[in-house]
């Protein structure tokens, strides 16, 4: 009879291992939202790092969290960094690309509770008289990674944020408009 079981057990495990094994070793994550903004205007709350308490769905995760400022004020070489607890880790967000009222290109660096690079883009585009933003988050995942996003939905969890955030992004730009 254990015998059985750990016959059992053993082919479970090894399914489970074949199917995270057969996982893409790549994500991507798209969410977008129409602001009734104009383009410049909704672009400046991004492409501005010290902007993001205001919108930024992890921010009210650790309102204790420690954060710096490094680089450039805004727009490229403009950088944030962060450690805070478990809900929001620790990491360091630089700006690569910046371009006025239509993109801000993100290279995020996460320390804790994982280390990992990842890439998370703004693409701003007129939309009558408001913006249509699309924000993206992509990167690598390792057979670990890969394991953790099938179990816990990764991708449900990230388009939530990225889906959080819009809103919280638009309710501000839209009040500031």
Same mark, same amino acid.
């Not at 009879?1 to 016959?7: Q, R, T």
């Not at 057990?9 to 489970?16: H, I, N, P, R």
């Not at 953790?148 to 179990?151: A, G, P, S």
């Given at each position: ?7 059992t ?8 291992a ?7 070793s ?11 903004a104009p383009p410049a205007?909704?672009?400046a ?7 993001w308490e205001a919108?930024s769905p992890?921010?009210?995760l650790?309102?204790a969290a420690? &954060? ?6 805004? /727009?490229?070489?403009?950088?944030f960094?962060? +450690?805070?607890n478990?809900k !929001?880790? %620790?990491g360091?967000m630089t700006i690569?690309?910046?371009?006025p ?7 995020v ?5 994982f280390q990992g690079t990842?890439s998370?883009?703004?693409i ?6 408001g913006?249509?933003v ?8 390792n057979?670990?990674e890969?394991a953790?996003?099938? &179990?816990m939905n990764g991708?449900k969890?990230i /388009?939530?944020?990225l889906d959080d955030g819009? +809103?919280?992004l638009?309710? !501000?730009? %839209?009040k500031k408009?």
């Open positions: 009879m254990l015998k059985k079981v750990l016959i057990v053993a082919l479970l495990v090894a399914g489970f074949a199917v995270v094994a057969l996982q893409p790549t994500f991507h994550v798209e969410r977008a939202a129409t602001i009734s205007a909704v672009f709350h991004v492409d501005d790092l010290h902007k919108w992890w921010a009210k650790d309102p420690k &954060v710096g400022y490094e680089g450039a004020a805004a /727009g490229k070489g403009a950088a960094t962060w +450690a805070g478990d !929001v880790g %620790e360091r690569v690309e910046s371009r009222a239509e993109l801000v290109d993100i290279k660096d996460f320390v804790k509770p990842n998370s883009a703004f701003f585009k007129p939309a009558g008289e913006t249509a699309t924000w993206s988050m992509s990167g690598h995942q057979f670990f890969k953790m996003c099938l &179990v991708k969890m /388009g939530n944020s819009l +809103a919280n638009k309710a !501000v730009a %839209e408009a």
